[in-house]
């Protein structure tokens, strides 16, 4: 085994929600070394996950074995958001033919799901039943998807991407003071499941304290199959004996048929451009990566570098431009196996001049008085994302999720893993806002087999044809518009990632009618804003965490959002 990781400048922290300071700055935390940045890098949301990264191209592994390996790993370390049960989106650039695919192993609603499943018997949406219930769940996809890439793009065998998180699982990791603080918080939710209670707590449901030791040894065995057997494990084996004994007994649909049903599916990234720099994301269900072009094509008629990082104009241009994606977001997108989304005209240099000319830069315009646009006739605050970069030029941004934290919150008896709660994306009832507070329409309605929209945005920036930073980012509804702001710190502000990352974040989404501003933004520019009609709330954060890798002027470097504690990037030591 060669020698592995240095991580320089890792930043813990003892909540997630650590206020920034009156510069924005509250943490470095960049791996930048002439010998190792040579050779690759990772960032995730948990150190000991990206090591498990570096590990494995350091052993002749590419990035998509890399982010295997990383994703299996946080499905121990990180359980409220890293998962095998649950899914997300993957974004894969392979170096030697140039192409970038979308693996979308986003959930799916099992196949006896209906549009009125979670409506009580006055017609109105019953969130226990789309948030903590067994129907609460859909169709796992992350064990698909990664063995989807893998096969596709990999060359380590399987079981050696697997076999670090099993380790993990079975002799134990040691509990963060975030995670003792997280499942403390949780106890009651978590506790009304007897599996969840046993498999994250000690006798009794007493919370493990920081520094103890957190066992899995029935998530260890599960990991183990997955690694003799591959994805038919989850989906027609053992595995899946127990996720439907589950469902059965609490009243789900997941059923035999619905997962063996499930498949990943690879889609065309879409693409965009601005200032110069090509932008390639995730299409829907993805929202994230149509509104993020979408709102860039808006930005790039305004002189964003001229106003300054921090300004009022600035913050106010955002807000404005938030709010008109989101608005089209309740409307125009769901599943595109389901649903016909408008994506040329969204995307099109018509669409964004006409609503570039309808923002008026000295007044906010109440949301009230903002509707989707009208095409012409013919998006967990707990996800995660890594990114990982290899020596040969790959890349992966991957985003997966259980939806809320720790999902449903029901874990599979014998199995030692949560259950998402995804069908709590889907819209229950048309103009009920779901748990971030996101409306929709008929777009992005429940049926059998859909996948749910989601705002999980992984992203690839490519300078000149070549890639030069990958990211993502946890955070609900948030994370399109930290991802947003990512890209505008570092093309119009020429930030490295490290200090875009750290910069105070805003956030605006149409409705609830509120401008959410981290602190670190000046009290002027504060007064400015409500000044022009906005109301504005300041947080101590946005619950986003950024995990970004790029390559420049022949070096790696990689940034972890220091918003959440434990994430960290790391780079292999070279021979």
Not at 532 to 550: A, E, I, P
């Amino acid at each position: 085994m060669r020698r592995l990781i240095l991580l320089l400048f890792v930043l813990q922290s003892v909540f997630a929600a650590a206020p920034l300071g009156a510069q924005g700055i509250i943490g470095y935390n960049e791996v930048h070394h002439p010998e190792y940045s040579k050779t690759g890098m990772v960032a995730a949301q948990h150190l000991i996950a990206a090591r498990i990264g570096t590990e494995i191209l350091a052993d002749g592994g590419n990035a998509v074995d890399a982010a295997v390996g990383v994703g299996f790993a946080l499905a121990v370390t990180l359980p409220r958001a890293g998962n095998i049960g649950g899914g997300g989106f993957m974004l894969v650039y392979d170096a030697e033919s140039g192409e970038t695919t979308a693996i979308d192993y986003r959930e799916m609603a099992p196949l006896r799901a209906t549009r009125d499943m979670f409506l009580d018997e006055n017609g109105d949406a019953d969130p226990m039943l789309s948030r903590s219930s067994h129907l609460a769940s859909a169709v796992p996809g992350t064990v698909a998807g990664f063995w989807q890439a893998h096969q596709d793009f990999g060359k380590l065998p399987w079981k050696r991407l697997v076999e670090p998180a099993i380790s993990l699982a079975r002799d134990g990791i040691v509990v963060s003071r975030d995670l003792a603080n997280q499942l403390a918080r949780r106890k009651e939710r978590n506790c009304r499941n007897e599996a969840t209670c046993r498999y994250f707590y000690k006798a009794g449901g007493e919370p493990y304290e920081y520094g103890e030791r957190l066992v899995q040894s029935d998530l260890a065995d599960t990991l183990q199959l997955i690694a003799d057997e591959g994805a038919d494990a989850f989906y027609k084996g053992a595995i899946a004996d127990k996720i439907v004994a589950e469902m059965e007994a609490g009243g789900g649909l997941v059923d035999r048929a619905s997962l063996v049903a499930f498949k990943p599916v690879m889609r065309d990234a879409i693409r965009g451009e601005y200032r110069g720099y090509e932008i390639v994301t995730m299409p829907p269900p993805s929202s994230g990566g149509v509104h993020v072009l979408q709102m860039l094509n808006v930005l790039s008629h305004f002189p964003i570098a001229e106003m300054g990082r921090g300004s009022a104009d600035k913050i106010h241009l955002l807000a404005e431009v938030m709010r008109l994606a989101y608005a089209d977001r309740s409307e125009h997108l769901g599943d595109l196996d389901f649903y016909n989304v408008p994506m040329d005209w969204l995307l099109s240099d018509e669409y964004a001049n006409q609503m570039a000319e309808s923002i008026d830069m000295k007044w906010a315009r109440p949301s009230t008085d903002v509707s989707a646009g009208v095409p012409p006739l013919p998006e967990s605050e707990d996800t995660t994302h890594f990114s990982v970069m290899d020596a040969d030029g790959n890349v992966v941004s991957n985003t997966y999720t259980l939806n809320t934290s720790y999902g449903s919150a029901i874990s599979v008896a014998g199995a030692g893993f949560l259950l998402n709660n995804e069908m709590e994306d889907f819209v229950s009832k048309p103009g009920t806002p779901n748990v971030y507070g996101l409306l929709g329409g008929e777009a992005n309605a429940v049926e059998a087999l859909k996948r749910p929209l989601s705002s999980m945005t992984p992203v690839i920036v490519f300078a000149d044809g070549e890639p030069w930073f990958a990211t993502g980012s946890p955070g609900g509804s948030k994370i399109i518009t930290a991802v947003l702001q990512m890209i505008i710190n570092v093309i119009d502000h020429g930030m490295n990632i490290a200090d875009a990352a750290h910069q105070p974040r805003m956030h605006h989404q149409w409705f609830p009618d509120r401008l959410e501003v981290e602190i670190g933004f000046g009290v002027d520019t504060i007064q400015l804003l409500e000044e022009r009609g906005h109301k504005v709330v300041v947080k101590g954060s946005t619950y986003t965490s950024l995990q970004t890798v790029s390559y420049r002027d022949g070096f790696f470097r990689g940034a972890s959002d220091p918003r959440r504690p434990n994430s960290g990037a790391a780079a292999p030591r070279p021979d």
